[in-house]
């Protein structure tokens, strides 16, 4: 798997599973219906942040990520970034290795730590990567998300220093 800049040709390959994961409703507080251009207009950030995308062996995107100053002015030392897999790739190491890219570019970008602010209680499998990674729960905000199976869950605020 290589992770490489995202280039505005890779939207048509990102918008599928993009579009899954959002009307899914279950990871990120988008709109469920979000339209193409939103979508990309949110997701395919610009310098000096940063989108990219891992590729498998096959040419094929399997997952995608963007970075960003998590707040601008007397925040902006500390970084933030999301992350979209496939579902039809998970379990293959794509996020694991999406979450060490951002943390290698947000050191080499010179932030001191980087914060998630909206990471969905129940997504456990997120919270066990970042966990795995050296962040922490900082904080948990109750019932900011409502889960279309569980209701309104917490959303936890994950941090660790670079």
């Given at each position: 798997?290589?992770?490489?800049?995202?280039?505005?040709?890779?939207?048509?390959?990102?918008?599928?599973?993009?579009?899954?994961?959002?009307?899914?409703?279950?990871?990120?507080?988008?709109?469920?219906?979000?339209?193409?251009?939103?979508?990309?207009?949110?997701?395919?950030?610009?310098?000096?942040?940063?989108?990219?995308?891992?590729?498998?062996?096959?040419?094929?995107?399997?997952?995608?990520?963007?970075?960003?100053?998590?707040?601008?002015?007397?925040?902006?030392?500390?970084?933030?970034?999301?992350?979209?897999?496939?579902?039809?790739?998970?379990?293959?190491?794509?996020?694991?290795?999406?979450?060490?890219?951002?943390?290698?570019?947000?050191?080499?970008?010179?932030?001191?730590?980087?914060?998630f602010?909206?990471?969905v209680?129940?997504?456990?499998?997120?919270?066990?990567?970042?966990?795995?990674?050296?962040?922490?729960?900082?904080?948990?905000?109750?019932?900011?998300?409502?889960?279309?199976?569980?209701?309104?869950?917490?959303?936890?605020?994950?941090?660790?220093?670079?």
């Open positions: 798997m290589i992770i490489r800049e995202a280039t505005p040709e890779d939207w048509p390959a990102i918008w599928p599973f993009f579009q899954t994961i959002v009307a899914a409703g279950e990871t990120f507080p988008y709109p469920l219906d979000m339209a193409p251009e939103l979508g990309r207009e949110w997701w395919m950030k610009t310098a000096p942040d940063r989108t990219v995308v891992a590729v498998d062996d096959d040419g094929r995107i399997t997952g995608t990520a963007t970075m960003n100053s998590n707040r601008p002015g007397n925040g902006s030392h500390v970084a933030s970034a999301s992350y979209m897999v496939d579902p039809a790739h998970h379990g293959r190491g794509t996020g694991r290795a999406l979450v060490e890219y951002s943390l290698d570019w947000a050191r080499r970008a010179g932030f001191r730590a980087m914060q602010n909206a990471v209680a129940n997504n456990h499998h997120a919270v066990k990567l970042y966990r795995s990674l050296g962040f922490e729960i900082v904080g948990t905000v109750p019932e900011a998300f409502h889960h279309p199976v569980d209701g309104y869950v917490g959303l936890h605020v994950m941090h660790r220093p670079l």
